[in-house]
T-cell receptor, first 111, second 112 residues
Framework: SQQGEEDPQALSIQEGENATMNCSYK?????LQWYRQNSGRGLVHLIL???NEREKHSGRLRVTLDTSKKSSSLLITASRAADTASYFC???????????WGAGTKLIIKP | KAGVTQTPRYLIKTRGQQVTLSCSPI?????VSWYQQTPGQGLQFLFE???????NKGNFPGRFSGRQFSNSRSEMNVSTLELGDSALYLC???????????FGPGTRLTVT
């Protein structure tokens, strides 16, 4: 089963623009993680935000978390062609041994 | 450090056959998780192993099984393959107590 929804399902923007994608989840969490996947390959961990954090930055990435709305957003600034990928949010189940995934946002950066 | 490796990368099997996939975690990582990814169902958790013990299992039939060896390498097995088992199977490893998972490139299984 999937923890939540991500929107949009697909996003196409021009290189240099900012890209924002959102993730909603259903149950309480102690952290939320974002991963990137390039065309059907393995996933790469991007950033983790804990439930007591509201915002976190890593390079061109900015993640926010609103636990009252059970939602998170990932902002990629100054997008590049290499950012073309699918982006997934994931939250650990109670045991922390299992990640529950969103459906993903497919991001296309047009040159 | 070498990343997570999975073998084989691609596999074509026939319905009814069985298959074994292998995963070698990053050195020092003792937790190994397996996921199935399909266009229809997305990413779904299969099971997780730590120190040769299965700690958690997803909602998959008993045809899906796994194990972990003393060197933390893990295998998963799917018996009596069905067309619906066609998927990308991803393995991830993590350090004890860590939240981030490190993924291998996956094994693309096609069942005909």
């Amino acid at each position: 089963s999937q923890q939540g929804e991500e929107d949009p399902q697909a996003l196409s923007i021009q290189e240099g623009e900012n890209a924002t994608m959102n993730c909603s989840y259903k149950t309480s969490i102690n952290n939320l993680q974002w991963y990137r996947q390039n065309s059907g390959r393995g996933l790469v961990h991007l950033i983790l935000i804990r439930s007591n954090e509201r915002e976190k930055h890593s390079g061109r990435l900015r993640v926010t978390l609103d636990t009252s709305k059970k939602s998170s957003s990932l902002l990629i600034t100054a997008s590049r062609a290499a950012d073309t990928a699918s982006y997934f949010c994931a939250t650990p189940m109670d045991s922390n041994y299992q990640l529950i995934w969103g459906a993903g946002t497919k991001l296309i950066i047009k040159p | 450090k070498a990343g997570v490796t999975q073998t084989p990368r691609y596999l074509i099997k026939t319905r009814g056959q069985q298959v074994t996939l292998s995963c070698s975690p990053i050195s020092g990582h003792r937790s190994v998780s397996w996921y199935q990814q399909t266009p229809g169902q997305g990413l779904q958790f299969l099971f997780e192993y730590f120190s040769e013990t299965q700690r958690n299992k997803g909602n998959f039939p008993g045809r899906f099984s796994g194990r972990q060896f003393s060197n933390s390498r893990s295998e998963m097995n799917v018996s009596t393959l069905e067309l619906g088992d066609s998927a990308l199977y991803l393995c991830a490893s993590s350090l004890p107590g860590a939240d981030e998972q490190y993924f291998g490139p996956g094994t693309r299984l096609t069942v005909t």
